[in-house]
């Protein structure tokens, strides 16, 4: 790949003007969460979070592929990271409880099995203001005594239709594909921790889209997925104009920064500090920013948005096949603004594509 980076990084930077197109929307820009949800709804739930290496980027990840989740916590990690539970909840996402430390529930004694419960309803309680009303017992190990006192706590037992297998070694592909047997009505079990399942989120949220389906919160009646209670936030409303702005007419930075035919007229960032950047005017200081892009295989390619020098957000783009994700309602500087697009993450497996910006 070093070979490869030298070749494409050798061709002559042609410095453009910067270009402003501004067009007309017939329909809003691609999202995930503007899928129909004909075929119903699934449920996407995330156990043994929040922790601080991996939190924020499934948040950023869900968030841009228009997904929402169940985070089941474990209360230790809740008490140690209450910030990261309340941007779960600021993220439209559910808080369950997952018990307090991870034990194999039904080898404790009644007393321990009703402390890892409650202690963690207290947590997540006094952070959020309200008391989790599912519970998701660790390794789906329960029985009689155990589903008593989660009764006694109002909470409802979930546990999985499919079984993603993230704890088990499984691939972002194999990951992919566990999603894709989800039907209406079904739950998957994945991780907070691993780097293959946050990898997977963009090309779920392809696959869902592709069958129909969307992602909704579990029924504390059935345990089941079932349509949004329409919390977490208001959805942005469908702007009439945008700004466009190709790739290849942006101003490009780094040392491998090239043009590319495929699969899209535009540009590639080969290697970390690769940029492309140009000036915007803004007359007001919130806007939503989508990029259209592609990953160069299956492996996570990540690209920052700068505005005026300050890192506003986080673009993932998890596969070969181009998509657009949104940051939706991010808060910048007024007049002239420098807009830079930047790897900052590479680990020598993946490049970014880049074919366009759209701000509204």
């Given at each position: 790949m070093f070979t490869t980076k030298l070749i494409k990084g050798?061709?002559?930077?042609?410095?453009?003007?910067?270009?402003?197109?501004?067009?007309?929307?017939?329909?809003?820009?691609a999202n995930a969460a503007d899928a129909s949800c004909s075929t119903g709804y699934v449920g996407l739930t995330f156990d043994d979070g929040p922790n601080p290496s991996n939190t924020t980027n499934l948040l950023n990840a869900l968030k841009q592929a228009g997904l929402r989740a169940t985070m089941?916590?474990?209360?230790?990690?809740?008490q140690n990271n209450p910030s990261l539970v309340r941007d779960q909840v600021t993220a439209g996402m559910w808080v369950g409880n997952h018990s307090y430390t991870h034990p194999h529930m039904t080898t404790l004694s009644n007393s321990q099995m009703s402390s890892e419960i409650t202690r963690t309803q207290q947590a997540i309680q006094s952070i959020t203001g309200t008391a989790p009303k599912l519970f998701r017992p660790p390794y789906g190990e329960t029985n009689g005594v155990l589903k008593s006192l989660e009764a006694q706590n109002g909470l409802t037992e979930v546990l999985w239709n499919v079984d993603s297998q993230d704890w088990n070694g499984a691939t972002t592909a194999q990951i992919v594909a566990a999603a894709g047997?989800?039907?209406?009505?079904?739950?998957?079990?994945?991780?907070?921790?691993?780097?293959?399942t946050l990898q997977a989120i963009p090309q779920i949220a392809q696959n869902l889209k592709s069958r129909g389906m969307c992602s909704g919160m579990i029924s504390p009646s059935t345990g089941r997925a079932v349509a949004p209670d329409g919390g977490g936030g208001t959805p942005t409303p469908t702007p009439t104009t945008v700004t466009k702005i190709e790739?290849?007419?942006?101003?490009?930075?780094?040392?491998?920064?090239?043009?590319i035919s495929s699969p899209f007229n535009g540009v590639a960032l080969y290697g970390n500090n690769d940029s492309v950047k140009y000036t915007q005017y803004f007359g007001s200081g919130t806007h939503n920013f989508s990029l259209r892009g592609a990953s160069n295989n299956s492996n996570m390619a990540r690209v920052d948005l700068k505005?005026?020098?300050?890192?506003?957000?986080?673009?993932y783009f998890g596969g070969s096949n181009p998509a657009v994700y949104t940051l939706s309602n991010i808060s910048h500087g007024t007049g002239n603004q420098e807009i830079e697009l930047v790897v900052t993450a590479d680990?020598?497996?993946w490049d970014a594509y880049l074919d366009y910006l759209e701000i509204n």
């Open positions: 050798a061709v002559a930077l042609v410095l453009f003007g910067t270009l402003f197109s501004f067009s007309n929307l017939e329909e809003p820009v089941f916590n474990l209360g230790q990690n809740v047997r989800l039907q209406n009505g079904d739950v998957i079990l994945m991780h907070d921790q691993y780097q293959t790739s290849e007419n942006m101003t490009k930075a780094g040392q491998y920064t090239g043009n505005i005026g020098g300050v890192t506003k957000g986080t673009f680990d020598g497996t």
